[in-house]
Structure formats: structure tokens, C-alpha cells
């Protein structure tokens, strides 16, 4: 599919809305697991697992829910860490963070189920340490990761964050 049909069904099936979405951070060996998007135009994204609540299914289960489909692994769901208010048009979402305990099964690249095979954003997954991370471009990164000097930092922020939700402006 080309890039800009990629960015019409981002905004098709996610953006103009206000969303309510569920991620988590998993450590293993110094690293994080991330995924990388495809968002249109050849942007790319990197972000850990995750994805939007399901009506009726609360946050820990949509987000073991959202691991099962992007990684292929069956994760237990620790502590609740932070929410981060993601605002870049058209997508805007109202982002709960969580602590990713332990995980079985094979990782491996799944899919976003909301979209099309041939429509699919999810290219890659990663376990990647902070100097990787640090070494990509701050667009193509989630902003949770902007000026963070650990991975324990994560775990450390608690309350509500918008990360220079404007700096493309």
C-alpha cells in the first residue's frame, strides 16, 4: 500500500476522536520492547505495545489483549504508572501506562486486527536499549522516551504527562 493510503486509513480508523488507550512497558535485559509503525508519508513511529480499549474490558485485559495481537507473547500486567495526554492531529488519546511484569511465548510481529492486511502499520519489533532508542530521530520516537537517562526512569513518573505535544508545530 503506499504511504499516503497509509496515512488515509490511520486517520480513517483512529484519528478526528478523542481515544482512550492502554500500553506496557516491558524491561527485559536493559532493553524495552517496542514496536515500529508505519504511519504514512515514510514516518515512522516507534512505541512500546499497546493499543485502544475494547467497550466492556477493562484496562489490564484490553492491554494483555493488545501484547497477544503485536507480539505473540501472554504478559502479566504489574503496576499502573503514569497517563500521557498523546496529541498530534489527527490522532489524539488519552494514553495509560503500565508496568509489563514477565511474558511467555515466542515474540513475534503480529497485526492490528482493526486494519486490513494490505493496510497493515505494524513493520517491526524490537528489544532495544536506551542508547538505541536515544539514537533515533525524537519524531519517530514516543515522547515518554524523550530526555529519559534510564529505563528505570520510566517506572518513576507517576501522575498525568503531555511531552511537547506541539513540537511540530
Known amino acids: 500500500m503506499k504511504q499516503d493510503k497509509i496515512g488515509k486509513e490511520i486517520t480513517s480508523k483512529f484519528g478526528n476522536q478523542l481515544r482512550t488507550r ?5 524491561i527485559q535485559d536493559e532493553k524495552i520492547l517496542m514496536i515500529r509503525h508505519l504511519m504514512g508519508d515514510d514516518r515512522i513511529f ?3 505495545p499497546g493499543g485502544g480499549m475494547n467497550y466492556g474490558s477493562d484496562a489490564k485485559n484490553n492491554l494483555k489483549r493488545e501484547f ?3 507480539t505473540g507473547l501472554t504478559v502479566e500486567i504489574g503496576d499502573f504508572l503514569f497517563v500521557h495526554e498523546f496529541l498530534r492531529p489527527p490522532l489524539h488519546a488519552i494514553e495509560l501506562f503500565f508496568e509489563v511484569k514477565s511474558g511467555s511465548g515466542q515474540v ?3 497485526k492490528d486486527p482493526e ?4 493496510h497493515q502499520i505494524i513493520t517491526e519489533i524490537a528489544w532495544m536499549s536506551i542508547s ?3 539514537s533515533l530521530p525524537p519524531e519517530s520516537v514516543h515522547q515518554i522516551f524523550w530526555g529519559i537517562n534510564s529505563l528505570k526512569d520510566l517506572g518513576l513518573w507517576k501522575g498525568y504527562f503531555n511531552f511537547e505535544n506541539n513540537y511540530l508545530k
Open 68 to 70: 497477544a495481537e503485536e
Open 115 to 118: 486494519l486490513e492486511d494490505n
Open 132 to 134: 538505541e532508542l536515544r
Open 46 to 48: 516507534w512505541s512500546v
Open 108 to 110: 513475534k510481529l503480529g
Open 22 to 26: 492502554v500500553n506496557g512497558i516491558f
